[in-house]
């Protein structure tokens, strides 16, 4: 731990919740190609808005929760909210996160480079199959066509 770490943050890594983990992998989706478009933002309080998972929390502990995401993913960007929330992530959430991340990812109408890198990592990591994957990404642009 360096000299300041203890009064400015930055020292140990502490792991995320189970919460902070599905969260932030919608935020890495959302912000897989440098920024975070209005309807992929939207996309994400939506998600979260109706999960139980989240039903205990308060704005007050969202924005917290937001606030430690938001960090993580400034600091390494979307791989490093991954990596950290991936492992962290219950296995009977592993398709239902990945479901969602498509649906932010292809809010805005357009899917990027990144964005497309990102959804791949994500099948990977979150161990999705193929074809399950597939059908998901189907319904996705199903969804948000037009």
């Not at 929760?65 to 490093?80: N, V």
Request: aromatic share 6%.
């Amino acid at each position: 731990m360096g000299l300041f770490d203890s009064l400015f943050g930055g020292g140990g890594d502490k792991s995320v919740s189970k919460q902070e983990a599905y969260a932030g992998i919608l935020l890495a989706a959302a912000a897989a190609d440098g920024h975070i478009a209005e309807e992929e933002a939207q996309g994400l309080w939506t998600a979260i808005g109706r999960m139980k998972l989240f039903s205990n929390y308060t704005p007050d502990k969202f924005n917290k929760m937001m606030d430690t995401l938001l960090k993580i993913l400034k600091k390494g960007g979307p791989d490093l909210l991954v990596e950290k929330c991936v492992p962290i992530l219950p296995e009977e959430l592993r398709t239902t996160a990945f479901a969602n991340a498509c649906d932010i990812v292809l809010a805005d109408g357009v899917v990027e480079d990144d964005e497309k890198k990102l959804l791949e990592k994500l099948q990977n990591r979150l161990e999705v199959p193929g074809d399950e994957a597939m059908d998901i990404v189907r319904v996705m642009v199903l969804k948000n066509r037009g």
